[in-house]
């Protein structure tokens, strides 16, 4: 295998929520310390990440005064600095405190979405300030738990609204951010409106600066719907749209779970890298992700160096898969039309209508074309699994 060691140019970002992530979860406190900004910063840097990500509270307390955020803000850049390291991307915590308990830029009470927009405005001050020029939104609370409760027709107005008024307040401000929409079925147990990056595609087209906002798919949000998160990816991609993405694992449709990337789902996942890496997505390879519950600290960062490690693993894998004679000449195979066929281009004409229509295809004939996915597919599993 080639150097597996991440390099800043890998861009290979983490949230401070992240490794910083304590262990709790609905069940039960937390199993290791709390690992102040600073420290995390340095570790990160000193296992190779580039960047860290963080939401206005990782960072400052929400009920900090100005003197404290000074202080901490003033703390954190130094050690940005003395370690080399950027902020790409920020985002608000929109539904930790109980202000949120009924939804954030969706809640019924228009003080709670004025909040909402008031939280958001601020923090993306602290981003911008930071360096950050991505801003994500991951509405955890925004939908419902009873839809009696919330007309479901509205709450995408009142989303619009406030997204609407943020991207003019990025602007009128000079802070070239770009937004990244998140997108996650359900959490922890109502229904989220925009369950999929799908959904968050087709709302984007109706905002005033579409072009300013894009999506933050997340490997295991995506797989709580049983979605084919390649496919989504590859969607969001190509549409220009894949503004940030959220790398992580997941076992199946059920509760998320921010798994290390790469540690279930291989074969997706190599599709997703090899994706990453040849359609020219430039932006961070951010992890979403946490240890398990029953590590320590330095569990947490073996947990952080697997993540990157399967990342340069598969990229890697995705290389080989190119080099590979018998898997590329499979796909020629497979590939390969017929000589005497004449493509038509799908530009239309009413003449073009009229060929198509006239084109002589025998569907009977065309049927009968070999297709060795079989063979194909446990190459690609013989090559993931190391025996080729
Ligand atoms: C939270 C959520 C993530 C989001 C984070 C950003 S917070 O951990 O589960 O998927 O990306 O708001
Ligand atoms: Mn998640
Ligand atoms: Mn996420």
Redesign the pocket.
Known sequence: MKNLSPRKEHKFSF?L?TVGNPGRDPFGEPTRPMISPVKLVKHLSEIGAYGVNF?DNDLVPIDATQAEREKIVREFKAALDDYGMVVPMA?TNLFTDPVFKDGAFTSNDPRVRLYAVQKTMRSMDLGAELGAKIY?F?G?REGAEVDASKDAYEAIKWFRESLNFLCEYSISQGYDYRFAL?A?PNEPRGDIYFPSSGAYLGFIATLDHPEMVGVNP?VG?EQMAGLNFYHVVAQALEAGKLFHI?LNDQKGPRF?Q?LRFGSEGIKNLFFLVKLLEEKGYEGPRHF?AHAYRSEDEEGVWDFAAGCMRNYLIFKEKARQFNEDKEIQALLAEIHAIDKSFEPLPMKFTKERAEQVKAYNLDRIELAKKKLPYEKLDQLVVDLLLGVR
Do not use: L, Q, R
């Open positions: 949230g929520w939401h985002t994500v991951w955890g998140e996650k997340e949000h959220d998320d921010d979403d």
